[in-house]
């Protein structure tokens, strides 16, 4: 079986192209290790983002994938770390601040590693360039995590905790992603909503495009068992201005 070296990252400019050169240069004679298209984050520097692309590729690659994070979100470095899940044996490497939550609650964490000393002396600009990819790299190839980092607990891992209602991602098309429940549903229920100062009038409808254009709606959401809020053939969230990290509330009328 193909083992995957999947670079999740908010650089999505010429830096995106930097970051797979050197994950291809590193395992170039590896005929079993695929560099994947790289998972964008969006908006650039949200943890809370990548916390659901983490977890949503590793649900959609092979076991024994490699995921890679590369966003830089904090002012003060957090850990960066390398680990191994329990279940489906996913190696995940980038800054211990969220964004292996909700991975490590599904499948757990098996072991977990400092990677501090590769940032120990002068500032390395570009570390996910310089450092995070060529130890990604390294663990795709068979090395040993025990050789690349300093043991740590496991249990270590940064938790976030989101509040039910919390937008995890927002597709192209403005349709948001959502933590939690919305409960006993039937076609046709109405629902007043709120996000922000943003007040929306939506109806369930398993079916968002049978609506007429404009109509909002909850539907059932195609990761993870998620609900989805959106508007049916214009962009919603986008239009809206509403962002990752809100939250929805909501009731039925």
């Known amino acids: 079986m193909k083992k995957y070296l999947v670079n999740i990252t908010e650089c999505v400019d010429i830096a995106a192209n930097e970051l797979w050169a050197v994950l291809a240069h590193e395992v170039e004679n590896i005929p079993d290790v695929v560099v994947a ?3 964008p ?10 916390n659901f692309a983490v977890r949503l590729m590793a649900d959609s690659y092979p076991e024994n994938s490699v995921l890679m994070t590369t966003i830089n979100a904090e002012k003060v470095r957090p850990m960066n770390v390398i680990g191994r899940t329990k279940e489906r044996n996913i190696v995940f490497i980038g800054r211990n601040m969220g964004s292996f939550d909700w991975l490590t609650r599904d499948f757990g964490c098996a072991e977990l590693y400092d990677l501090t000393k590769y940032n120990v002396g002068q500032f390395v600009s570009f570390a996910g360039k310089y450092v995070t990819a060529k130890v990604a790299a390294a663990a795709a190839r068979g090395t040993p995590l025990s050789e690349l980092g300093e ?3 496991p249990n270590g891992i940064v938790r976030l905790n989101l ?5 995890v991602h927002i597709d192209n098309f403005g349709m948001m992603k959502f ?13 007043e909503v709120m ?17 007429e254009t404009g109509d909002w709606a909850f539907f059932p959401g195609s990761s993870f068992g998620l609900w989805e809020l959106g508007q049916a053939r214009k962009l ?11 939250v929805i509330s909501f009731k039925k009328i």
């Open 41 to 50: 984050i969006s908006p650039a520097f949200s943890i809370i983002n990548t």
């Open 236 to 246: 919603g969230a986008r239009e809206l201005g509403i962002n990752v990290g809100d």
């Open 179 to 191: 933590t939690g429940d919305i409960g006993p549903v039937a076609p046709g229920d109405r629902y």
């Open 163 to 167: 509040k039910p209602g919390t937008i």
């Open 37 to 39: 298209p790289i998972t």
């Open 195 to 211: 996000i922000r100062d943003h007040k929306i009038n939506a109806v369930y409808e398993p079916r968002l495009m049978s609506l």
């Open 151 to 153: 043991a740590i607990d």
